[in-house]
């Protein structure tokens, strides 16, 4: 091997290790945990899956945690709607149709979502630090189904019981996320009925 390739491959490797340590401290979309679908409510209380609500973990090219990373839900491609009122930690971006909230020292997020309305498609955009942790998003769904009187009421609780009854397939009034519409998501439901505040959507 002469002096000059055994030169450009020491510069190489330098390169290499420059990149790698810039990409530390980076969340990296590889070694992130992202929840597949956001439930939300007009209460705040985390639903979903286990563990509730939706929760992100932020890691870099390392696989450590970042801590104080801010994760940004941007629900700006779906018809969904994102309430002015948000959880304690949660800041709300009307404008940019968005909320954000800021990872723990484990570099992990749970979001209790204020939203209406629901997408079956994977449109609801997920970042951490201005990086895009899933290509084109995550499905979305609220026990305000119909999006329209800012609150979890008996126009949502009559699609609610359509589905339950002749479209048990239905994703959009699947709230605990088991695969189908069942007295799980009902229970989940009618807790946002009967206690649930009435918030205003954002403009």
Do not use: H, W
């Not at 390739?5 to 990409?23: E, M």
């Not at 939300?40 to 609500?53: H, K, L, M, R, W």
């Not at 700006?76 to 930690?89: D, E, F, P």
């Amino acid at each position: 091997m002469t002096g000059m390739v055994r030169k450009a491959l020491t510069i190489a490797a330098g390169f290499a290790v420059v990149a790698s340590v810039a990409s530390a401290g980076v969340p990296d979309p590889g070694f992130c945990s992202i929840d597949a679908v956001v439930v939300g409510n007009v209460s705040g209380t985390p639903i979903g899956g286990a563990p509730a609500g939706f929760d992100v973990t932020v890691r870099d090219i390392t696989n450590a945690p970042l801590s104080g990373i801010t994760v940004t839900l941007d629900f700006a491609a779906s018809a969904m709607k994102v309430y002015t009122t948000q959880n304690a930690g949660t800041t709300v971006n009307c404008a940019a149709k968005s909320i954000s909230r800021v990872t723990n020292g484990s570099g992990a997020v749970n979001f209790g979502a204020r939203v209406g309305r629901f997408t079956n498609s994977n449109v609801v955009g997920v970042s951490a630090g201005g990086v895009t942790l899933v290509a084109g998003g995550v499905k979305g769904r609220s026990t305000d189904i119909d999006g329209i009187d800012g609150k979890t009421g008996l126009g949502d609780l009559a699609l609610l019981s359509t589905n339950l009854l002749t479209n048990p397939a239905a994703q959009q009034t699947d709230f605990d996320l088991n695969g189908s519409t069942g007295l799980g998501d009902l229970a989940l439901f009618t807790t946002e009925l009967l206690t649930g505040p009435t918030l205003a959507y954002c403009p």
